[in-house]
């Protein structure tokens, strides 16, 4: 009797224990948000265009994390499209065309005398990029801007251009088919 | 642990020295250019000075187009730690300030001033250091940053910044071991300025205070290992070291591990094994610097290659093109199929996509091979997996795998194959016998990588700039409609709870509006009614007495007067106690006319009095 007794009190304490460690370990090691749309984001390009339907990156990011496709991102391209592959545990597919094309990475320029200073650029732009104040000239923060083209539509006076960035040798990707054609045929040595 | 400096001491004056792993022995081809004593040229119609010489920031142009500019004097200016200042090389003038082909690889456009040559060569006003043994480390330090000095072994690190080292140093190693097949620039250096370079030395041995200065020289370079003995005999802790003759034995950490055994980190500099290197060309211009107040405005290019007829040396002007140097040395064009000009040597070198390409501060040979005089890259083959590169390898990695990696751009793996710890030395493709392009590839995948880096920086301020931007508009959002239903329930609240006060309030206003006009009704009134009480009281007077003159005059109003009075007094009374703004109105009106009859009156009353008098 005193055996099944001790028996007893040994198993109730046990599970107590185990039970008290899991109740404090689950407060302890609490995860607040999704982790998975944490890391979507993190891949996404943050360039807060749209072109994915979803206005911004991280809503973008939910939607996948709940199932969307991963070909909807023109900014981040192929190479973003295979990290999400990696990531989603899925195949990598072509990008969907219906959100645009890849392209080069451009930035807005805004022609400044033709500017008029009506400041509907600047609460286009995502990224707070843009520079002005009412009736004030406007300009664009070249380090800053995503090249997301939001700001060109508001425009009323279509005084906003999207440039493409000026290739630099420190930018350059030893690509020999991109650079500029000299008096010389450049050949690779090494 | 690596081997401590005794050791490395003793094996150093016994001439034992260590190895590195790996290593090729091209053919040298260096006594196609080492022969005769470095020339001075005729200087170039115009130059180009590109803005950015070095790795770090580019300062802020401080001249203007049509500028004249005298030799030696800065061109650029900051105040950035990493910021090194470019200087004319001669004097011109200013005629462009923009973009102009530049010495890289990809032949793209950097920012470039270009000078039209006078032919004077007036110098700017050089500002020596006079005594340097008495001077501040920082005074040092500033006249080498001042002087624009970035290393001219290759990699083009601002000088002033390596030499700003804090940590203790036991081996100053001054690199004169030149590699690379074809180059021999710090060759005649060594040999006809051992004394200046041996001057840059003392001056890096006062700043540093290492232990022992090991100054290195190749064995191929016999001369120049003679001269700098010569030049050393003096110092007692200066030793000259030859160095077995590999590619590539000038590599840093190559040479650190040949003369110390000692091994840089992956992640670390050759400060963390207490060694700092620089190399001999870096110790002539610093030497220049400190004695003479002269900042880095040339230096010793080797033109060489079959394709021209008298291969040498020359001291070139920092923004020489190429063109004047080829010229200078009889380019023979016949002797290439189509042109080819190296930049560098053979195996680290980049080809030229033009002529007018500048010489900058890390240019140390120009390179016309003839036809077949090397392999021209073109027909890659598949790798057989012979493993010659790993072989080859100086830093002890495994080409073949960074190959496969880089190429299918799984950067992941190649970092994990630690690819950003090979140097670029082309000894993998040296001995390829697919000839493949290795370097290239590992190049490519680097910069794809740092790319990458730094989008991944970019999109992360994007991210924390977008996030800010939804913060403070959802910010101003709430408080706008705080305000809004703060007002709002106050204009409840008075409604409500307070409602019987405002009401109170609303009515007092009233109240106290008809109060101040039933007051000025009711001083009308009083007026009048003291004009018309006087008038009784005279009245009354005069019946009984009747005696004074004037009360006589008083006592006999005439009968439209008291008619006047009576109305009055009729219109009065009931103004009196009307409290409605048509009544005062009224009122108003009645008192006017009562002010009016009641002048007429007394007029009247005068005139009678006037009439009684006169009587």
């Given at each position: 009797m005193t055996l099944t007794l001790i028996a007893i009190l040994v198993v109730s304490l046990i599970a107590l224990i185990f039970g008290a460690l899991l109740g404090y370990a689950s407060i302890r090691f609490k995860v607040e948000s999704d982790p998975l749309v944490e890391q979507i984001d993190q891949i996404l390009p943050q360039t807060q265009c749209g072109q994915c339907g979803y206005p911004g990156c991280r809503p973008y990011a939910e939607a996948i994390a709940n199932g969307d496709e991963i070909n909807k991102c023109p900014p981040g391209g192929e190479a973003t499209i295979k990290d999400l592959a990696a990531l989603m545990g899925v195949d990598a597919k072509p990008l969907d065309a219906a959100h645009g094309v890849e392209d080069v990475k451009k930035v807005a320029f805004i022609r400044e005398d033709e500017?008029?200073?009506?400041?509907k650029c600047i609460q286009a732009c995502p990224v707070d990029a843009i520079l002005g104040a009412a009736k004030q000239m406007h300009t664009v923060i070249i380090d800053e801007c995503t090249g997301c083209d939001l700001c060109v539509d508001p425009c009323p006076v279509d005084c906003i251009d999207m440039i493409p960035l000026n290739d630099s040798s420190e930018a350059w990707q030893w690509d020999f088919k991109r650079v500029s054609v000299g008096d010389i045929q450049i050949k690779q040595v090494s | 642990m690596f081997a401590d400096y005794d050791h490395i001491m003793e094996r150093l004056a016994l001439q034992q020295l260590w190895d590195f792993p790996g290593g090729v022995h091209p053919q040298q081809n260096k006594t196609k250019s080492n022969q005769t004593e470095i020339q001075r040229i005729a200087l170039p119609d115009l130059i180009h000075i590109p803005v950015k010489q070095h790795i770090g920031v580019n300062g802020d142009i401080i001249v203007k187009v049509g500028e004249l500019v005298a030799k030696g004097q800065p061109l650029t200016a900051s105040e950035s730690a990493f910021a090194v200042p470019v200087h004319a090389s001669t004097s011109g003038k200013v005629i462009a300030i923009g973009d102009h082909v530049a010495a890289h690889p990809s032949g793209i456009s950097e920012l470039t001033i270009s000078i039209e040559v006078d032919g004077l060569d007036t110098a700017y006003e050089f500002k020596p250091l006079s005594d340097y043994t008495k001077r501040t480390k920082n005074e040092i330090i500033e006249a080498i940053c001042q002087a624009g000095i970035?290393?001219?072994?290759?990699?083009?690190?601002?000088t002033h910044l390596k030499s700003n080292n804090v940590k203790p140093i036991e081996f100053l190693i001054i690199n004169g071991i030149e590699c690379e097949p074809y180059i021999t620039s710090d060759d005649r250096l060594m040999r006809e300025h051992a004394w200046q370079i041996r001057q840059g030395i003392d001056i890096l041995y006062h700043l540093l205070q290492p232990k022992q200065v090991i100054v290195a020289v190749e064995n191929n370079k016999p001369e120049a290992f003679n001269t700098l003995s010569i030049a050393c005999q003096q110092q007692d802790n200066y030793q000259v070291v030859s160095v077995p003759t590999k590619y590539p034995a000038g590599g840093e950490k190559q040479l650190i591990q040949v003369l110390s055994s000692r091994e840089v980190p992956a992640d670390g500099l050759p400060v963390d094994v207490g060694c700092l290197m620089y190399n001999v060309g870096t110790c002539y211009a610093i030497a220049d610097a400190v004695i003479e107040g002269k900042p880095l405005i040339e230096r010793v290019v080797t033109i060489t290659g079959d394709a021209v007829e008298t291969p040498q040396n020359v001291w070139a002007r920092i923004g020489t093109p190429v063109k004047h140097l080829l010229t200078h040395a009889n380019y023979d064009s016949d002797k290439q199929a189509y042109p080819r000009i190296i930049m560098g040597g053979p195996m680290m070198g980049f080809t030229l996509s033009s002529v007018q390409v500048p010489v900058v501060k890390i240019t140390n040979c120009i390179l016309v091979p003839a036809n077949k005089e090397l392999p021209t890259l073109e027909d890659e083959r598949a790798?057989?997996?012979?493993s010659a590169c790993a072989d080859a390898c100086p830093a002890s990695l495994l080409p073949q795998q960074l190959f496969w990696h880089s190429k299918a751009k799984e950067y992941e793996q190649a970092q994990e194959y630690n690819l950003f710890d090979c140097i670029e030395c082309g000894a993998c493709a040296y001995v390829c016998p697919s000839e493949i392009p290795l370097v290239h590839y590992y190049r490519k995948a680097k910069a794809d990588i740092r790319l990458q880096q730094v989008e991944k920086e970019k999109a992360e301020k994007a991210r924390i700039r977008f996030e800010a931007r939804k913060a403070r508009l959802q910010k101003d959002k709430d408080a706008r409609e705080e305000k809004h239903r703060l007002a709002a329930q106050a204009r409840a609240q008075t409604m409500t709870n307070d409602g019987g006060a405002a009401k109170d309030k609303i009515a007092a206003a009233l109240a106290r509006a008809k109060a101040k006009k039933a007051a000025m009704a009711k001083q009308n009134n009083e007026q009048i009614s003291a004009v018309s009480e006087e008038t009784y009281v005279e009245r009354a007077k005069e019946r009984p007495s009747a005696n004074t003159e004037i009360s006589k005059s008083a006592a006999l109003p005439t009968d439209s007067d008291a008619q006047d009075i009576d109305a009055l007094k009729v219109n009065a009374e009931p103004n009196s106690s009307a409290d409605d703004a048509a009544n005062a109105k009224k009122a108003k009106v009645a008192a006017a006319i009562a002010r009016a009859k009641a002048k007429k009156a007394q007029q009247a009353k005068q005139a009678k009095e006037n009439k009684a008098s006169d009587e």
């Open positions: 500017c008029i200073g009506c400041t | 970035s290393g001219m072994g290759g990699a083009g690190f601002p790798c057989i997996r012979c």
